[in-house]
C-alpha cells in the first residue's frame, strides 16, 4: 500500500502536464539590447511566449545569460529565478498565448517606444505579464550577477538550476553550454547593442523558433512590441478562442 501511495503521488506531480515541460511549451519571443542613442536606447528586454496548451507554471524556472551553471555571476551576467513565493504572479498557470515580458532595466526606462507598469493579471484578457526582474522582489529572486545584454552573448531559459533542463536557448555570437533543447544562434549583428531581435513565425508554427531567417533584427523602438504580439505577425492560432 505504500509503495502504491509513492506511485500515485510520483505521478500526480511529474504525470501532471503542467509540470511535464518540454521544448517549445514557452519560448524565447523577443529579446530588446539597449546600445547607442542612433539606435534602440530604451531598457533592455527578454520576452517569453507561452505555447502551451492549458498553460503553464514558471514558478521555480530560471532565466540567465550565464554560460553554464557553473559560470561565476557577475555585473554583467547573472540569473534570476521566476519565484516561487506565494505573492507570485509565477505560481499561478499563465494561459497559452501569454506574452511574458522581462524588464531587466529601470521602472522608467521606455521599454520599445513605452514606459511599461507592472502587469501581473493573467485573467483580465490583454494577454501580456510584465515584470521588473530586479524591481519586483515578490515575482522575482535576484540568485547571482546582474543580466546586463552584450554585443556576444546567451539567453537561456532553464526549467531547473541544472545543466540539462534548458527549454530554450538564443544565442548571438556567444557560448551556451546548456543543454536540453535546440539552439537559436543569431549572428552578433542580429542583436548587438541597439538592436531588437524579434521571431516570426512560418505558417503559424510558434514552437520552432530556432531558424535565425525566421528572427527579424530592427534599431528601431518603433518597430519593437515587448508584450504584445510581433510586428507583421498573426497570434489568432495561439489565442483563446
Known sequence: MKKLFVVICFLMIYGNPLFAQKEGDIIINEIGNS?????????????????KEGGIKLAGW?????????????????????????????????????????????????YGSSEMEEDLKTDDGNNKIV??????????????GKIVLTGKDNLALLSAWDKKKAIDIVT????????GCAVTELTPEAVDNGYIAYFKPVNGNFADNTSPANWVSTSKAADATPG?????VDDSSIQKK
Not at 534602440?40 to 520576452?47: I, K
Not at 559560470?71 to 521566476?82: A, D, H, L, Y
Not at 548571438?172 to 543543454?179: L, P, R, T, V
Open 172 to 179: 548571438w555570437g556567444g557560448s551556451s553550454k546548456w543543454e
Open 131 to 144: 515584470v521588473f526582474a530586479y524591481h519586483s522582489p515578490d515575482n522575482i529572486d535576484t540568485v547571482g
Open 35 to 51: 546600445g547607442k542613442k542612433s539606435l534602440y536606447n530604451g531598457g533592455e528586454y527578454v520576452e517569453l511566449l507561452v505555447l
Open 62 to 110: 530560471y532565466l540567465t545569460d550565464m554560460t553554464s551553471p557553473t559560470s561565476t555571476p557577475k555585473e554583467t551576467e547573472g540569473v534570476i529565478k521566476f519565484s516561487e513565493g506565494p505573492k507570485s504572479v509565477f505560481n499561478k498557470i499563465i494561459p497559452k498565448g501569454t506574452y511574458v515580458l522581462v524588464c531587466l532595466g529601470e521602472q522608467n526606462d521606455k
Open 228 to 232: 504584445a504580439v510581433n510586428k507583421d
